[in-house]
């Protein structure tokens, strides 16, 4: 069975950073894409970044470029999120999500195993 967990949301003041991080089990790692969703109240799923599990190649949201950073640790099967500069616009539900295969997608649809996701609160 499949499951990833999130952790390390709260709440921030902007200028801050927070790590997330997600924990995965039942996966073959090797053959997995790993990403990072975020969803705002009333907006739709966004992708914020990607992880070749295998090769470790990373693909990131243009607009959080230089801000979100995408890292796994093999040796602990998880997956993180370092954020930084965070903004009241970065404020959502943060989710981690898995593919089979290699290709870094961004659309969510792509992916079949989710998290039940952590909340990010950015006040201002």
């Known amino acids: 069975q499949v499951q990833l967990r999130e952790s390390g949301g709260g709440l921030v003041q902007a200028g801050d950073s927070l790590r997330l991080s997600c924990a995965a089990s039942?996966?073959?790692?090797?053959?997995?894409?790993m990403g990072w969703f975020r969803q705002a109240p009333g907006n739709e799923r966004e992708f914020v970044a990607a992880?070749?599990?295998?090769?470790?190649?990373?693909y990131s949201a243009d607009s959080l470029k230089g801000r979100f950073t995408i890292s796994r640790d093999n040796a602990k099967n998880t997956v993180y999120l370092q954020m930084n500069n965070l903004k009241p616009e970065d404020t959502a539900v943060y989710y981690c999500?898995?593919?089979?295969?290699?290709?870094?997608?961004?659309?969510?649809?792509?992916?079949?195993?989710w998290g039940q996701g952590t909340q990010v609160t950015v006040s201002s």
């Open positions: 999500a898995a593919r089979p295969g290699s290709g870094l997608a961004y659309e969510g649809v792509h992916y079949n195993y």
């Open positions: 039942g996966l073959t790692f090797s053959s997995h894409v």
């Open positions: 992880i070749n599990w295998s090769s470790g190649d990373t």
